[in-house]
C-alpha cells in the first residue's frame, strides 16, 4: 500500500522571515509616503505664496500700465481744474496743481481751495498733481506734503517703499458732486481737459465728450494685517468719494506681502524709452518721464515651520536681506515684475 505525503506548511523560521520582508515593505512603503507628503505640503504652501504674490502684483499692474491716462491724451499740461458750472473760468492750471515746486527753490503750490480738506490729507494738492502720474518714495513710508494719512494702525513696515499712481478710469461716469472727475474731449485732447469736483458736468457729454472718474492709488506696506498683528500686509489709500467729499480710502490689498520695492524706468539715453532703472525718489524724479514701473513684492507665510530654516539672503531692488532669530522659521517667496506704462510715450 502506497502513502501519499501530506502537504507540509510554513515553519516558524519561514514566517519569521515573510513577516521581516512585509515589514521592511511597508516601512519603506510609509517612508515614501511621508516623503511625498512632506512634498505636497511644501510645494502647496510656496504655490499659496506665489498665487498670493501674482494677485498683488495682478491687483498693481493696470493701475501701473494706465498711469498717465487722462481720458484721450496723456498730457498732463492740458488739464486744468474748473467749477463745472462755470468751465471757462480756470480755479488752477495744472502747474498749480502740483505738490512740489516745478523747479528747486521755487515757491511752495498753494492748495487748490476747491477742494475739502479731506482731498488733501495724503499731502497738499496729493489728490490732483497730474504732472506726476508716478510717484514714490524709497525705504520709508512718504505720501505728500505735509501728509497727514499714517499707514494703518500707525505702522508702516520698516524699510518698505511707496508707489503712488494717477490716471482716470477707462469707463466712463456720471458727473457726481463729492467725486473728483476729468471732462476729457477728444477734439482737445492735447489742449484742454477740465479737472472738476462739484458733479456738473462743464460740458456736453456724448461720443466725443466723455466724464472719467480721477484715480489716484498709493501702494504701501503696513507692519499688521486686518485681524492679525504682526503680519504685514500690502495695503492701497485710494481716492474716492465719502460723505465728506474727495477724500482717501485705506484697504488692505494683500496680506503676507512684507516688502514692497519700486525702481523706475526712466529715458538716460534720448530713446523714448526706459533705458536706466532709479529708486522713486531720485533727484530728478519731477522732472523725468516715466517709461516702466519694476516691483519686487515679498511675501512671507502666516505661520512658522518647526522644520524649517529659511537662511537665504534675498538681493534685489537696493536690499539686502537675510532673516534672523525666529524670522527663519517663516517660509518666503520673492517675486518681481517690470510693467511699461502705456500712455509714457511722447505724441
Not at 71 to 96: E, I, K, W, Y
Amino acid at each position: 500500500m502506497i502513502r501519499s505525503e501530506t502537504s507540509r506548511g510554513f515553519t516558524l523560521i519561514e514566517l519569521l522571515i515573510a513577516i521581516t520582508i512585509a515589514c521592511v515593505i511597508f516601512a519603506g512603503v510609509l517612508a515614501m509616503y511621508a516623503q511625498a507628503s512632506g512634498s505636497y505640503r511644501v510645494n502647496e504652501r510656496v504655490a499659496r505664496l506665489q498665487e498670493q504674490g501674482r494677485f498683488a502684483l495682478a491687483a498693481m499692474e493696470s493701475d501701473i500700465e494706465l498711469a498717465g491716462y487722462y481720458g484721450f491724451t496723456n498730457a498732463a499740461d492740458a488739464v486744468r481744474f474748473v467749477a463745472g458750472a462755470s468751465p471757462a473760468r480756470t480755479l488752477a492750471t495744472a502747474a498749480q496743481l502740483r505738490q512740489f515746486p516745478a523747479e528747486v527753490g521755487g515757491p511752495l503750490p498753494a492748495p487748490l481751495a476747491a477742494l475739502p480738506s479731506t482731498a488733501h490729507a495724503c499731502g497738499v494738492n496729493f489728490a490732483v498733481d497730474v504732472a506726476l502720474p508716478v510717484q514714490g518714495s524709497n525705504n520709508t513710508f512718504a505720501l505728500g506734503r505735509g501728509a497727514t494719512c499714517g499707514a494703518y494702525q500707525g505702522r508702516a513696515q520698516v524699510g518698505a517703499d511707496t508707489l503712488t499712481l494717477r490716471r482716470v478710469e477707462t469707463e466712463t461716469s456720471a458727473a457726481e458732486a463729492g467725486r473728483i472727475q476729468v471732462y476729457a474731449s477728444r477734439l482737445a485732447s492735447g489742449a484742454n481737459q477740465l479737472m472738476f469736483a462739484d458733479g456738473v458736468a462743464p460740458g456736453a457729454v456724448d461720443d466725443d465728450h466723455r466724464v472719467h472718474n480721477f484715480l489716484v492709488s498709493a501702494y504701501y506696506v503696513a507692519r499688521d494685517s486686518v485681524g492679525q498683528n504682526g503680519f504685514p500686509a500690502l495695503r492701497v489709500k485710494s481716492l474716492t468719494r465719502t460723505s465728506a467729499g474727495a477724500s482717501f480710502v485705506d484697504d488692505e490689498v494683500m496680506p503676507g506681502v512684507e516688502d514692497l520695492q519700486v525702481e523706475l524706468g526712466i529715458d538716460a539715453d534720448g530713446m523714448d524709452r526706459a533705458t536706466r532703472y532709479v529708486n522713486p525718489d531720485f533727484a530728478d524724479a519731477l522732472r523725468s518721464r516715466i517709461y516702466a514701473v519694476r516691483v519686487w513684492l515679498r511675501i512671507r507665510a502666516d505661520l512658522p515651520e518647526a522644520s524649517f530654516d529659511d537662511a537665504m539672503t534675498y538681493r534685489y531692488a537696493d536690499v539686502v536681506y537675510t532673516p534672523a532669530g525666529a524670522e527663519r522659521s517663516y517660509r518666503r517667496v520673492l517675486m518681481s515684475r517690470t510693467i511699461a506704462l502705456r500712455n509714457a510715450r511722447l505724441r
